[in-house]
């Protein structure tokens, strides 16, 4: 299974955008990105998906490049309540199993 | 609709004893997963169930068992309990799991079991 790496935690202001990189190495052809945000004492909450180039929905965008060894989650005017752990996540829909990442915590102050 | 629930949501157990956990999925979905969650490992996989089957297991020993029920719902089983079982043990639910060559079904976690082995 591929293994994913992103940074322990990261600093931001509310407003500003946050671009959170996981790298994947080892990646498969059957291996889709996904990410996940998690509050404590909660279980995971899914963010977006992708396999490959961007992909966007209401609350965040997934940029993948062509070699599919990163991912990066932007998260455009985060607010006080994005502050949470953000998880990067692969999944191989060939053996059906998934490996997160250690999370980045996110912390966005006032 | 109704989310993923879990119970209990927290247990107190100590060492060689065995435990029980207990997920109801959302309605309609036949894939449960099991997740343990400590500060050391972070998230691991720990088996998923479709239709009654054990369909995957992660690297876990065989005292991490569980079953999946005609209704869906699963219980996960850890007999003689160490230390270091001590986590958050989380359930997600999705309609046709992780496998069979699709693109990703989005999972949906429950809350979490906090167990805490003594």
């Known amino acids: 299974l591929a293994k994913t790496t992103q940074p322990i935690s990261m600093d931001s202001y509310e407003g500003q955008e946050v671009n959170i990189t996981c790298s994947h190495n080892?990646?498969?052809?059957?291996?889709?990105i996904t990410w996940y945000q998690q509050f404590p004492s909660q279980g995971p909450r899914f963010i977006i998906q992708?396999?490959?180039t961007k992909v966007t929905n209401e609350v965040a965008s997934l940029f993948i490049p062509a070699d599919r060894k990163s991912s990066t989650l932007s998260l455009p005017r985060v607010s006080l309540s994005d502050t949470a752990v953000y998880y990067c996540?692969?999944?191989?829909?060939?053996?059906?199993?998934?490996?997160f990442g250690d999370g980045t915590t996110l912390t966005v102050k006032p | 609709k109704a989310g993923v629930t879990q119970t209990p949501r927290y247990l107190i157990k100590t060492r060689g004893q065995q435990v029980t956990l207990s997920c109801s999925p959302i309605?309609?979905?036949?894939?449960v997963s099991w997740y343990q969650q400590t500060p050391g490992q972070g998230l691991q996989f720990l088996f998923e169930?479709?239709?009654?089957?054990?369909?995957n297991k992660g690297n876990f020993p065989g005292r991490f068992s569980g079953r999946q029920f005609s209704n869906s719902r699963s219980e996960m089983n850890v007999s003689t309990l160490e230390l270091g079982d001590s986590a958050l043990y989380l359930c997600?639910?999705?309609?046709?799991?992780?496998?069979?060559?699709?693109?990703?079904?989005?999972?949906?976690f429950g809350p979490g079991t906090r167990l805490t082995v003594l």
């Open positions: 080892n990646i498969a052809t059957n291996d889709y």
């Open positions: 997600a639910s999705s309609l046709v799991g992780l496998a069979g060559g699709l693109s990703y079904n989005e999972q949906f």
């Open positions: 992708g396999y490959k």
């Open positions: 169930y479709f239709s009654e089957t054990q369909r």
């Open positions: 309605s309609g979905h036949r894939s």
């Open positions: 996540l692969s999944v191989n829909t060939n053996a059906g199993k998934s490996t």
